[in-house]
C-alpha cells in the first residue's frame, strides 16, 4: 500500500468521479484506475460502487477513508518537519574574545545562541585587542570583543558598544591612599601593575599618562586581571585595571578606587563591513538586538 495509491483513493472518495481525482492529481485516468483496482485486490474488496454517473464507497471504502486520510496528513506533516529541518541554520561562527567578559552579556548570548542554533559550530579565539581587529577586518575571523582603540575604528569594519568602562586603581588592604580617588601623579610613585602593551587597554593608560608628561613605568605587565590584583594581594604594587571585571568584587586582601582624572573606554563588538555577513553572524546580530531589548538578569553588566 503506497502513499500516492491512497492520495489516488481519497481523491477519488472526494471527487466522486475517477475522470474529477485524474484532473486533480494531474494524471491520465487509467493511471488512477490500475492503482484503486490494484488496491482494491491488495485488500481483498471493493471500494467503490461504479454507477452511471459517479462513484461512490463501498462499506470496505468508508472504512478506509479514515485511516487513508490520517497516513496522507502524517505523511505530509513529516515533510513539513524536515523541510523546516533543512533551513536551519548551520555552517560556523568564529568569535574573538578579550578577557574580562564572564560579568558581560556575551555569556548570555553564545547560550541562547547554542539553543536556538545546534547546528552551527561556534569557535572562540582569545587574544588581544589589536590582534583581533585585525583578524577581523582581514576576514580571519568573523567578529570579536575588543577595547575600541583610542584613535576610534577603522571605516571597515561595523560596531555595537557592549559596555562602558573606566580604569581603577587596585590597592593592598590597609593602604593610606584607600579612602580616595587616586591621581596619576601619585599612580606612579608606586610599583604599577597593569597590561603588557599588545593589550588594547594598554593605550588607553599608557595615553592618560603621557598626556600629562607623566613616565609610566609598568612593573608588571600581565592581560589577566586575577593575577593582578593577586600580586596586589601580595603587596608587590598598585594595579590599574579594568573597572568592570568580576574579579574585583569585594575582597579584604584590596581596595578599590577610582582615578582622577578618568581613564574611559569602551568594549565592542565589531564585525568586517563591504561584504555580506554570514547568515551565523547575522543571526548573532539579530539576537544582540533581541536580547538587548529584554532587562539583563541578575544586574549583570551589560
Sequence with gaps: MELRTLEYFVA???ERSFTKAAARCHVVQPAISQQIQALEKELGEPLFERLPRQVVLTS?????LPHARACLAAAASAALEFADRSTLLSGSFALGTVGGLEGTRIPR??????????GVSVSLAGASSPSL???VRDGGIDAAVIAAPPEGLPAAVGS???LEDRIVAVLPAGSRAAN????????VLSPVISYSTDSGVHAFIRDAFAARALRLDIAYATNDVALQVALVAERVGIALTSGASPVLAADPRFVVVPLE??????KVFVWRLGTQPGAPLRAFLDLWTEL??????????A
Excluded: C, N, Q
Excluded at 580616595?180 to 599612580?187: G, K, S, V
Design 160 to 162: 555595537r558598544v557592549l
Design 109 to 118: 548570548l553564545l547560550g541562547e545562541y547554542h539553543r536556538r542554533y545546534p
Design 12 to 14: 477519488v472518495a472526494e
Design 292 to 301: 538587548s531589548d529584554r532587562p539583563t538578569r541578575g544586574g549583570a553588566t
Design 180 to 187: 580616595r580617588p587616586m591621581t596619576l601623579d601619585d599612580a
Design 261 to 266: 582624572p578618568a581613564i574611559r573606554l569602551r
Design 60 to 64: 470496505g471504502g468508508t472504512a478506509l
Design 133 to 135: 581587529l585585525t583578524k
